[in-house]
């Protein structure tokens, strides 16, 4: 059974930073390519950001880019944003999943995790 469990999400002030992760069980992940998505309270699950299965190549949604950076351990079957300078706006709840190639769109992933809130409020 694929499992994807996401973790690292919290409260943080505007500007601050946060790290999630996401360890996977069940896949040989570095077959994957693996995306990070997020969903705010009444809106459609957005894309974030994506990475290749060994990590030669990453995409960025246009509101994330500059401030995001996504990257994989492989060998720890563990991926991770890096969200840097963190605004009101990117309040969500925020899933990990894994395709076979690097897409944007959500039906282009074959698993999802169960997502992790990251609130950005003063």
């Known amino acids: 059974e694929v499992q994807l469990v996401e973790s690292g999400g919290g409260l943080v002030q505007p500007g601050g930073s946060l790290r999630l992760s996401c360890v996977a069980s069940?896949?040989?992940?570095?077959?994957?390519?693996m995306g990070w998505f997020r969903q705010a309270p009444g809106k459609e699950r957005e894309f974030v950001t994506a990475?290749?299965?060994?990590?030669?190549?990453?995409d960025y949604a246009d509101s994330v880019k500059g401030r995001f950076t996504i990257s994989r351990d492989n060998a720890r079957n563990t991926l991770y944003p890096q969200m840097n300078n963190l605004k009101p706006e990117d309040t969500a709840v925020y899933y990990c999943?894994?395709?076979?190639?690097?897409?944007?769109?959500?039906?282009?992933?074959?698993?999802w995790g169960q997502g992790t809130q990251v609130t950005v409020s003063s």
């Open positions: 069940g896949l040989t992940l570095s077959t994957y390519a």
């Open positions: 999943a894994a395709a076979k190639r690097v897409v944007s769109t959500k039906s282009g992933y074959n698993y």
């Open positions: 990475i290749s299965p060994i990590g030669r190549s990453t």
